[in-house]
């Protein structure tokens, strides 16, 4: 394995995380809003 495909693969497995969080922060923010609304 080259050092280009490994970088390719580190930086597109960080976006993915990246993303992850975000998607978990928006549902957890959604929730949060959800329970002070009752």
Known sequence: MNQKNLL??????AFFIGLLGFVVEILELSRFKKIHKA
């Open 8 to 13: 390719e693969m580190v930086s597109t497995e």
